[in-house]
């Protein structure tokens, strides 16, 4: 099982960014996919996740009107688009895999995780 994560940048406060995770190695529609994101010396947080139908989404309180998870099951591949961002939006940005219907806000819940993707936003 491999999850890719990647773009990633150095972005100013406002910009957006998209991050993808290519998924291989597992049944993409059986698993609900999550961001997380861990900023140095601090503990890994969730942002946001879709459940396995896609429809449902939730997020943290944090990011809820600025991200947005989305997946392409064609490309097995998951999406986290982050638009007004601000400096304590820096992050890595991991995604995640949990083969449960409607996921979790617990990190210790996912079965998979990808490598992260480092996300800077300058003031």
């Known amino acids: 099982v491999q999850l890719q994560a990647y773009g990633g940048g150095v972005v100013q406060t406002g910009d957006s960014l998209r991050l993808s995770c290519v998924v291989s190695?597992?049944?993409?529609?059986?698993?609900?996919f999550g961001w997380f994101r861990q900023a140095p010396g601090a503990e890994r947080e969730f942002v946001g996740r879709?459940?396995?139908?896609?429809?449902?989404?939730y997020y943290a309180d944090s990011v809820e009107g600025r991200f947005t998870v989305s997946k392409d099951i064609r490309k097995s591949t998951v999406f986290l688009q982050m638009n007004s961002l601000k400096p304590e939006d820096t992050a890595v940005y991991y995604c995640?895999?949990?083969?449960?219907?409607?996921?979790?806000?617990?990190?210790?819940?996912?079965?998979?995780w990808g490598q992260g993707t480092q996300v800077t936003v300058s003031s």
């Open positions: 879709i459940s396995r139908t896609g429809g449902n989404t």
């Open positions: 190695g597992l049944t993409f529609s059986s698993y609900t």
């Open positions: 995640a895999a949990d083969k449960s219907m409607f996921g979790s806000r617990l990190y210790a819940d996912y079965d998979y």
